[in-house]
């Protein structure tokens, strides 16, 4: 059985259940892990925002706070975070995975992964990207709150057996395609002293009708 499967098949709402004191709001880890500050020191305003990841939308409902007119919607394969954050905040929330998104092509603005992806199926990375790519709109962006290491490895999944987490340069699923670049990149959660534990925020515009100009070595008749 791969991680999606697991996860669907209960381990994501036991992962719900283990933070929910978090997301819940009873320590600083919404302050602490946000892509809010980025966001506004860049002077992002978005009009509709979806979360890949995004638990109960503790997130979705602090941004709500910031862009008060953005539409909002977000996907996470806990039933039971689904449920708590549509009682709590009435948030567009559904159950689902990254590499299927239920979302029309161009749908959004911003797309937020909201530390997910360390826990995706490897052969899944393609299709996921692919997915973000079409559901966010030209001359959005994307957001990746995630570990950011320049060589990739997996650790053992400490909650359960035959799962991994996986650390790598998550940015780099879409910063080889010439149709995004970076525009920010900060550290998450302050400064760590394991390489095991960094995070950032990285924020990427997607800009597909600029990307590609006309050949400079083809020469004009």
């Known amino acids: 059985m ?25 320590s600083g880890y919404s302050q602490s892990y ?58 567009d929330l559904r159950v689902g995975t990254a590499d299927e998104l239920p979302f029309h092509d161009g749908e959004f603005d911003l797309v937020i992964f909201g530390g997910c992806l360390y826990l995706c199926d490897r052969a899944d990375l393609f299709r996921i990207a692919w997915q973000a790519d079409r559901v966010l709109a030209d001359t959005g962006f994307v957001c990746l709150w995630d570990y950011a290491s320049k060589v990739p490895y997996a650790n053992a999944y400490s909650h359960r057996d035959g799962l991994r987490s996986f650390k790598m340069d998550y940015p780099s699923m879409f910063l080889w395609n010439p ?21 950032v925020v990285a924020l990427l515009r997607k800009q597909r009708e600029t990307a590609w100009p006309p050949n400079p070595w083809t020469r004009s008749p």
Do not use: H
């Open 2 to 26: 791969g991680q999606k499967e697991t996860f669907l098949g209960g381990e994501a709402d036991r992962f719900f259940g283990r933070n929910r004191g978090i997301y819940d709001g009873e």
């Open 34 to 91: 946000s892509v809010e500050p980025t966001l506004l020191r860049m002077g992002i305003r978005p009009r509709s925002i979806l979360e890949i990841g995004c638990s109960n939308g503790w997130r979705l409902a602090s941004l709500r706070d910031k862009f008060p007119d953005a539409r909002l919607a977000g996907l996470e394969p806990s039933q039971e975070a689904v449920e708590a954050g549509k009682a709590r905040w009435g948030l």
């Open 179 to 199: 149709d995004y670049w970076m525009v920010a990149l900060d550290p998450a959660g302050g400064i760590k002293d394991s390489p095991d534990d960094r995070m």
